[in-house]
T-cell receptor
């Protein structure tokens, strides 16, 4: 059974650019969440999607956006990149509210 | 808002010994889930064990067990017969039982296993 797949694994962008990260959940999982991990702030919640609907959003500026498609695949977009956006971005999927999330290996974004 | 606190930034244990990682949380909810995740250098978060708040029995998964004290809002992880492969960052996480499936994480504990 394939796990949660995140692409790309590594990304280097310049300040001011925008970036799109992709996440393919485990087959049958309809819930997808995104987290940002940095050494200083730890793991912070970005978004949560279920059946193409955003159910919850973390305390991030409007430059961070996301969406979920009908096949449950999800993308997140960060516009006008800042140096502070450098982080590991983790995607996780879940089959239902009583189950723990399964995480992908993340996308390491570096903004220079 | 819920918060999760891991008071031990780093811990070390000898191979084959037992180690306990601490976690406390703050919530006004009565029903919720608690998790321990492991993040090795490969950076993928791996679910170690989960506990439903309404269950008094402590969860166990092979060498991993928890001590869940609901009144004290404490959720510690015990690793028995530690192995070199257990070396990783360990994160305690909280999730509400209703509505959002958002996870609230602690800052993590780095576990080193000495041969």
């Amino acid at each position: 059974k394939a796990g949660v797949t995140q692409t790309p694994r590594y990304l280097i962008k310049t300040r001011g650019q925008q970036v799109t990260l992709s996440c393919s959940p485990i087959s049958g999982h309809r819930s997808v969440s995104w987290y940002q991990q940095t050494p200083g702030q730890g793991l912070q919640f970005l978004f949560e999607y279920f059946s193409e609907t955003q159910r919850n959003k973390g305390n991030f500026p409007g430059r961070f956006s996301g969406r979920q498609f009908s096949n449950s695949r999800s993308e997140m977009n960060v516009s006008t990149l800042e140096l502070g956006d450098s982080a590991l971005y983790l995607c996780a999927s879940s089959p239902g509210p009583e189950d723990g999330y399964t995480f992908g290996s993340g996308t390491r974004l570096t903004v220079v | 808002a819920q918060t999760v606190t891991q008071s031990q930034p780093e811990m070390s244990v000898q191979e084959a010994e037992t180690v306990t990682l601490s976690c406390t949380y703050d919530t006004s909810e009565s029903d919720y889930y608690l998790f321990w995740y492991k993040q090795p250098p490969s950076r993928q978060m791996i679910l170690v064990i989960r506990q439903e708040a309404y269950k008094q029995q402590n969860a166990t998964e092979n060498r991993f067990s928890v001590n869940f004290q609901k009144a004290a809002k404490s959720f510690s992880l015990k690793i028995s017969d530690s192995q070199l492969g257990d070396a990783a960052m360990y994160f305690c996480a909280y999730r509400s039982a209703g509505g959002s499936e958002k996870l609230v994480f602690g800052k993590g504990t780095k576990l080193t296993v000495n041969p």
